[in-house]
């Protein structure tokens, strides 16, 4: 029997697809949230360890001064939030700080600068980083901004495994967002972190006042990619007080379980993180979310330059729900 369900779930649900389209996922969005959620459960059981979940831990090495006018972002040096600029870390600092996160359980750090930008001298520091980092036995992710693809290459070579490059939103609602960059510009960064056979994490934000067809829109871009990214980083929107979007309403913790859902349905082997955003979920909100397929996270006490949830919290959280850290390899 079970087999028989399975062989007609298969037959209903390809894994992999690319042709999704906007009103398909807006119907999916918007079904009742139990059948969104046993869909959603039902795709993640048939593709991971449903009690597993992989931990990563953020650095911000390079922090504020940035000169791009992301509406949401603290780090922007437009906006008067009280993120200071300062120079990027060194070697023994960031080291210090992964040796940290290793110990705590991490099995990935993820290092995020401040730039629209890197230029060649940033490559080469940052390359510094990555080795010295993979060296400690971690898996490397960094978010820098616009990529050339001969940086990519450079990266790769330092022994990077995830570039983190978001899209935020759908392409119609982008422009509210930001003006400086163009959603083509992030799409190329995509491509050329591909090219160069780094694994890409991509995702988008929740809550920054777009509608539901924005929501799908993202999911489609996503999912319609060459390949779907490995990592979907699913961040709520972090309201900081000085940025344009401080005072846009609270999002509903069940608007952010349903795009987990619907990015686990459309790219059932990626990992679904359920990052920025964890305290205000609260742990109801959480569990919810890791039975809708999310299966990663940020760890450690601070995200960029906000607070995420305590190590301790995350790891009572996982008791009473018998999760167990640590990433389970697609099947
Ligand atoms: N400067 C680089 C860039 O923009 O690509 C890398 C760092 S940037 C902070 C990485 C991502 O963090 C953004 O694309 C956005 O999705 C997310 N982010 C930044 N501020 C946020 C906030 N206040 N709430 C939720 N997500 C946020
Ligand atoms: C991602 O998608 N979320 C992270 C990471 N990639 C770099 C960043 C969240 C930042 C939240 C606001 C802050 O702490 O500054
Ligand atoms: Fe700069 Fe990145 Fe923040 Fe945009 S999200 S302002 S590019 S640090």
Same mark, same amino acid.
């Given at each position: 029997?079970?087999?028989?369900?399975?062989?007609s779930?298969a037959?209903?649900l @390809? %894994?992999?697809?690319?042709?999704?389209? =906007?009103? $398909?996922?807006e119907a999916?969005l918007?079904?009742p949230?139990?059948?969104l959620?046993?869909?959603?459960h039902?795709v993640?059981?048939e593709?991971?360890?449903p009690?597993?979940?992989q931990?990563? %831990?953020?650095?911000?090495?390079?922090?504020?001064?940035?000169?791009?006018?992301c509406?949401?972002?603290?780090?922007?040096?437009?906006? !008067?939030?009280?993120?200071?600029? $300062?120079?990027?870390?060194? =070697?023994?600092?960031?080291?210090?700080a992964a040796r940290?996160?290793?110990?705590?359980?991490?099995?990935?750090f993820?290092?995020?600068?401040?730039?629209?930008a890197?230029?060649d001298r940033?490559?080469?520091?940052?390359?510094?980083?990555i080795?010295?980092?993979?060296?400690?036995?971690l898996?490397t992710?960094?978010?820098?901004?616009?990529?050339?693809?001969?940086?990519? #290459?450079?990266?790769?070579?330092?022994?990077?495994?995830?570039?983190?490059?978001?899209l935020?939103t759908? @392409?119609?609602?982008?422009?509210?967002?930001?003006?400086t960059r163009?959603?083509?510009?992030?799409?190329?960064?995509?491509?050329a972190?591909? !090219?160069?056979g780094?694994?890409v994490?991509?995702?988008?934000?929740v809550?920054?006042? $777009?509608?539901v067809?924005?929501?799908?829109g993202?999911l489609? %871009?996503l999912?319609?990619? @060459?390949?779907?990214?490995?990592?979907?980083?699913?961040?709520?929107?972090?309201?900081?007080?000085?940025?344009?979007?401080a005072d846009q309403?609270?999002? !509903?913790?069940?608007?952010?379980?349903? =795009?987990?859902a619907?990015?686990?349905?459309?790219?059932?082997?990626a990992?679904?993180r359920?990052?920025?955003g964890?305290?205000e979920?609260g742990?109801?909100?959480?569990?919810?979310?890791?039975f809708?397929?999310?299966?990663?996270i940020?760890?450690?006490?601070?995200l960029? #330059?906000t607070?995420n949830p305590?190590?301790?919290? !995350?790891?009572?959280?996982?008791?009473?729900l018998g999760i167990?850290?640590?990433?389970?390899?697609?099947?």
């Amino acid at each position: 029997m079970q087999h028989v369900q399975r062989m007609s779930t298969a037959a209903s649900l @390809p %894994t992999e697809r690319h042709d999704w389209t =906007v009103p $398909e996922v807006e119907a999916l969005l918007n079904q009742p949230l139990n059948d969104l959620l046993f869909r959603a459960h039902q795709v993640h059981r048939e593709h991971f360890d449903p009690n597993a979940v992989q931990l990563s %831990t953020l650095l911000n090495i390079k922090s504020g001064g940035c000169p791009e006018d992301c509406a949401y972002c603290p780090q922007s040096a437009r906006y !008067d939030t009280g993120v200071n600029s $300062e120079a990027l870390l060194d =070697v023994d600092t960031v080291l210090g700080a992964a040796r940290n996160a290793k110990a705590a359980g991490a099995s990935r750090f993820c290092m995020g600068a401040a730039w629209r930008a890197p230029k060649d001298r940033d490559i080469v520091k940052v390359a510094e980083l990555i080795e010295a980092v993979k060296g400690l036995g971690l898996e490397t992710c960094v978010t820098l901004g616009m990529l050339k693809p001969q940086q990519a #290459t450079q990266l790769k070579n330092a022994g990077l495994d995830y570039y983190n490059h978001n899209l935020d939103t759908s @392409p119609e609602f982008y422009g509210e967002v930001i003006t400086t960059r163009t959603y083509q510009d992030r799409l190329d960064t995509l491509g050329a972190v591909r !090219d160069a056979g780094i694994s890409v994490c991509c995702g988008g934000i929740v809550g920054m006042g $777009e509608g539901v067809p924005d929501r799908a829109g993202l999911l489609c %871009t996503l999912a319609n990619l @060459p390949e779907h990214p490995e990592s979907v980083p699913i961040n709520q929107l972090v309201r900081v007080e000085g940025t344009p979007l401080a005072d846009q309403s609270p999002v !509903d913790c069940f608007d952010v379980v349903r =795009v987990i859902a619907a990015a686990r349905i459309m790219m059932p082997k990626a990992y679904v993180r359920l990052s920025a955003g964890r305290k205000e979920l609260g742990e109801a909100g959480q569990a919810l979310a890791y039975f809708a397929g999310a299966n990663s996270i940020f760890y450690g006490e601070q995200l960029l #330059t906000t607070p995420n949830p305590l190590v301790d919290e !995350d790891r009572q959280l996982f008791d009473k729900l018998g999760i167990t850290a640590g990433a389970s390899h697609p099947h």
